[in-house]
């Protein structure tokens, strides 16, 4: 295991936001213990010395902290991280940091740390004012945007490296086009956009935030639309969902477990030091063990990983024949859905059969015209 991915909560479920939406307080809900609190640094050490070894003196190491909101853990939590993980890592193997954050309790001295330490921070900002704050609120119950705003312009006068992270929910999916061009205007030229989930155990689309799969489908062509326009004029703005999709064409690998329908990226350290084998499966049943117990590199070869990831290559039987499989490769099996007749096939599967009908033929035109310039 020469490349080690982790995604550390170092919060746990606990947050100073009250996102409506937020999957993860749904997820803490149906587990046994909804938070496992802070992760203390005795903890946060042992997981860095069986990730280093787990890597080993060839391999690469790439953390990546998440929540609920992981800044709630203290600026100390991560000056502490950083200053153990120099010490353990005597074969000085590259380490890559990332961190998930709401941005509302960022400062000038947070700042200074993630630009100084390399930090690439992702700020949830949903498209503009009237959306973000519709649901991502605080826990008054008021809208984040403001602050969220005063301190991702911070992060930028510091030189923090920063992508923008968009939750498309149906009120969002009806207006791509104005996201689209409020994210760009923050100056942020790395957008991601990720499908609200609904709770878990319930029918899909019940919720006010719930997306359709026709919404979604609307919406991604008309992002792709605006995207492509901006590739066309040399105005380039990153989207990840699109570029895994010109990779996938390159026979490029792409850079999320769900574009390429293959489980097993990384693994999810709760504060406690439990372990778990994707964010969206932090569940007691799929719970692979602790580190105080297992080693890392054990627990990847456990039978309930094995299990884990042995249930995400069995696709829907739908997939077998789609002319686009190659593009689309089931996609996460967290939006696999079970019909009355027991066929299963994935939720969104008619918004990426029209957003493949509608983008197929410029997707490949990029990929031909990346490709080409490769071997300039």
């Known amino acids: 295991m020469p490349n080690v991915s982790l995604l550390v909560k170092p919060a746990s479920s606990l947050c100073n936001m009250r996102c409506r939406y937020c999957f993860y307080e749904d997820e803490a809900a149906n587990r046994s213990q909804a938070s496992m609190g802070l992760m203390t640094r ?3 050490g042992r997981m860095v010395q069986q990730a280093l070894e ?58 200074a740390f993630l630009a100084r330490h390399r930090f690439l921070v992702g700020v949830s900002v949903d498209g503009d004012k009237t959306l973000h704050d519709e649901f991502r609120v605080d826990a008054a119950g008021k809208g984040t945007w403001n602050r969220v705003q005063k301190n991702l312009a911070m992060l930028q006068r510091a030189g923090v490296a920063c992508n923008l992270l968009c939750v498309v929910t149906r009120r969002c999916a009806k207006s791509a086009v104005r996201v689209y061009h409020a994210l760009q205007k923050t100056g942020v030229r790395y957008l991601q956009f990720i499908p609200c989930l609904d709770p878990l155990g319930e029918p899909r689309g019940q919720r006010p935030w719930s997306l359709t799969p026709q919404d979604y489908g609307q919406f991604l062509c008309a992002l792709f639309d605006e995207w492509y326009r901006d590739w066309e004029t040399g105005n380039y703005t990153s989207v990840r969902l699109f570029e895994d999709y010109v990779h996938m064409a390159m026979g490029l690998p792409p850079s999320t477990c769900a574009s390429g329908g293959q489980c097993g990226a990384y693994y999810v350290v709760e504060a406690d030091g439990s372990v778990y084998p994707c964010d969206f499966y932090v569940l007691d049943e799929w719970k692979l063990g602790s580190l105080w ?15 884990f990831l042995r249930e995400g290559l069995d696709r829907p039987a739908a997939c077998a024949d789609c002319r686009w499989q190659s593009l689309c490769r089931g996609g996460c099996k967290r939006d696999w859905t079970t019909d009355g007749s027991g066929e299963r096939q994935n939720y969104y599967c008619p918004a990426f059969r029209q957003f493949f009908a509608h983008a197929e033929d410029r997707l490949r035109r990029i990929a031909a015209a990346e490709a080409a310039a490769r071997r300039r």
């Not at 790439?62 to 991280?81: C, K, M, N, S, Y």
């Open 42 to 44: 005795d903890t946060a």
């Open 54 to 111: 787990a890597a080993g003196p060839s391999g690469r190491l790439t953390i990546a902290f998440q929540g609920g909101e992981p800044t709630v853990a203290g600026l100390g939590f991560f000056r502490d991280f950083v200053e153990d993980l120099a010490r353990y890592n005597t074969a000085r193997i590259p380490v890559s940091y990332a961190l998930q954050t709401n941005g509302l309790a960022l400062d000038e001295d947070w700042a």
């Open 293 to 307: 117990e297992t080693p890392l590199a054990e627990l990847g070869r456990s039978p309930r990983a094995e299990d």
